[in-house]
């Protein structure tokens, strides 16, 4: 079954670095999203991405964050500068269009030091 | 904004226990509903789903109805195993967004032998 993998699985840095968090989606999806998910709190939405631009994007997500897909199969997140508040498993999500069912990949744990 | 509230946990049950997770939403016109679970260590994985009101969502003996009257989309098993033990998540996608998810808190679910 095809699935959405994630790498790293946990990637410790230290405050003021920048991560790149890597993503491969289905290879016929069209529609990426990343989420967050700071320990013991709920699953929020941080920006969907569709047709190589930004469809949408929430507060959280603004000048540190970036996105690409740089290649066609790869979707990255981008976070310029990281802070302490940054620490959070990181989801990559993908569907294939429409209402279709998102995969999610298993997750990138990113702790900031 | 749209937003998702659910039971918080831990739910400890006794294995075959019937299990109820409740889950209200608020949205502005016709959202979709979902339910996700989530396994230790793993990502998130989609249970069920119901795309319009009076729809009932089903998979692996969980169901769900979606009730526009009481904004609610209740989770039920009528016999839980050790092995449902995880991490469950009412979400709804806006009529109006781009396939985005909103996430309630998040419910932990303990099934004990």
């Known amino acids: 079954e095809p699935e959405v993998t994630q790498t790293p699985s946990h990637q410790v840095t230290q405050m003021g670095q920048e991560v790149i968090l890597r993503c491969v989606p289905i290879?016929?999806?069209?529609?990426f999203y990343w989420y967050r998910q700071i320990l013991g709190q709920k699953v929020e939405f941080l920006v969907s991405?569709?047709?190589?631009?930004?469809?949408?994007k929430s507060e959280i997500f603004d000048d540190q964050f970036s996105v690409e897909r740089p290649d066609g199969s790869n979707f990255t997140l981008k976070i310029r500068s990281t802070k302490l508040e940054d620490s959070a498993m990181y989801f990559c999500?993908?569907?294939?269009?429409?209402?279709?069912?998102?995969?999610f990949g298993p997750g990138t744990r990113l702790t900031v030091t | 904004g749209d937003s998702v509230t659910q039971m918080e946990g831990p739910v400890t049950l006794s294995e075959e226990a019937f299990l109820t997770i409740n889950c209200t939403y608020t949205?502005?016109?016709?959202?979709?509903l979902f339910w996700y679970v989530q396994y230790p260590g793993e990502g998130l994985q989609l249970l069920l789903k119901a795309t319009k009101a009076d729809d009932k969502g089903s998979n692996k003996g969980f169901e769900a109805t979606y009730r526009k009257e009481t904004t609610s989309f209740h989770l039920e098993k009528g016999s839980v195993q050790v092995s449902d033990s995880a991490v469950y998540f009412c979400a709804l996608s806006g009529s109006d967004s781009w396939g985005k998810l909103q996430f309630g808190a998040g419910t932990q679910v303990v099934v004990t032998p």
């Open positions: 290879s016929n999806h069209l529609y």
């Open positions: 949205a502005t016109g016709y959202p979709s």
């Open positions: 999500a993908s569907i294939a269009g429409g209402k279709g069912e998102q995969y």
């Open positions: 991405f569709y047709n190589n631009e930004i469809s949408e």
